[in-house]
């Protein structure tokens, strides 16, 4: 049996912008803590990634939990301060907008439009996760998870997992290396003995041999693959996204997705996962996106 262990942990407190390393964190029903819990909208209400505006790859984060703020930074423009825990008087009116296939709660961040519009360079909001209104998820959801998976701003589970073999794999096929920030993910697993892709048979996995994480479905991949993640501009010939489409359709419900990474949620929420945990993997199992993610 190979031995896993938890490489790095991280969570991208502004969804599309730079992520934060952790050493370790509480699992909640909405995954690692401060994930995902502010997005971007335009002035129509459709949320903004790098997609969109690349730029965004610029934005650094920073958490400062014993001040209970949270900081936006550019080498631009001045730094943009706001309450890591917002309360209802520091936000907004509340709002529904859609994140993929999912109508979301949301309350508008007032105190951020300038500063989020004049970095975007067109109307802009910054949203927060209304916290009163929780998002389930609906799909691919295991009938073994005792507490039921919700997500914020994340496109669909709470947990994304990505494995260094199977990134090193990529790495040797593709003109310009490619780092597990390419692809966003929570949980970053290595191991010195595993076979590349191995995460695509996993439906359990153990930490440190007292609670599980449910492996539901691979990740498909979209343009933000092409990121010069330093210059917050996305690569004009289209690479490496292109060279994935030749040997990562791997999905047998849906072989046009390029497919890298694993989608997951806690079996049981209450845990605290640290870098160094061991993992080991107790269940696989077959996975096909019979359904939008």
Same mark, same amino acid.
Not at 51 to 61: F, K
Not at 144 to 156: G, L, M
């Given at each position: 049996m190979d031995e896993w262990t938890v490489a790095e942990l991280l969570v991208y407190p502004v969804k599309s912008?730079?992520?934060v390393s952790l050493a370790s964190s509480p699992m909640t029903a909405t995954g690692l803590k401060y994930d995902r819990h502010?997005?971007?909208?335009?002035?129509?209400?459709?949320?903004?990634?790098?997609?969109?505006? #690349? &730029? +965004?790859?610029?934005?650094? /984060?920073?958490i400062d939990e014993a001040g209970g703020e949270i900081s936006l930074h550019t080498d631009e423009m001045p730094t943009l301060r706001m309450p890591l825990n917002p309360g209802d008087t520091d936000l907004g009116e509340r709002l529904q907008v859609r994140v993929w296939y999912d109508m979301v709660a949301a309350r508008h961040c007032p105190q951020a439009?300038?500063?989020?519009?004049?970095?975007?360079?067109?109307?802009?909001r910054l949203l927060?996760?209304?916290?009163?209104? #929780? &998002? +389930?998820?609906?799909?691919? /959801?295991?009938?073994?998870?005792?507490?039921?998976?919700?997500?914020?701003?994340?496109?669909?589970?709470?947990?994304?997992?990505?494995?260094?073999?199977?990134?090193?794999?990529i790495n040797t096929r593709v003109d310009r290396p490619l780092t597990h920030a390419h692809f966003r993910p929570n949980i970053v697993l290595a191991s010195p003995t595993a076979r590349a892709y191995d995460e695509e048979e996993w439906t359990r996995i153990e930490?440190?041999?007292?609670?599980?994480?449910?492996?539901?479905?691979?990740?498909?991949?979209?343009?933000?693959?092409?990121?010069?993640?330093?210059?917050g501009a996305m690569y004009e010939d289209k690479e490496p996204l292109s060279t994935l489409r030749t040997f990562r359709c791997v999905d047998p419900a849906k072989p046009v997705f390029v497919c890298f990474g694993m989608q997951a949620a806690p079996q049981r929420v209450g845990h605290t996962i640290r870098v160094g945990d061991s993992i080991v993997v107790r269940e696989r199992g077959y996975h096909a996106l019979t359904e939008p993610l």
């Open positions: 912008c730079q992520g502010w997005m971007l909208v335009d002035k129509r209400g459709r949320f903004v990634t790098q997609r969109q505006c #690349p &730029r +965004l790859a610029l934005i650094r /984060v920073e439009d300038a500063w989020v519009t004049q970095f975007v360079g067109k109307p802009t927060y996760k209304d916290t009163e209104r #929780p &998002r +389930l998820v609906s799909r691919y /959801v295991p009938k073994d998870c005792v507490d039921a998976p919700q997500s914020r701003f994340a496109d669909v589970f709470p947990l994304h997992i990505t494995c260094s073999p199977s990134l090193a794999d930490v440190n041999g007292s609670w599980s994480i449910m492996v539901t479905s691979r990740t498909p991949r979209c343009s933000m693959t092409n990121m010069d993640l330093k210059a």
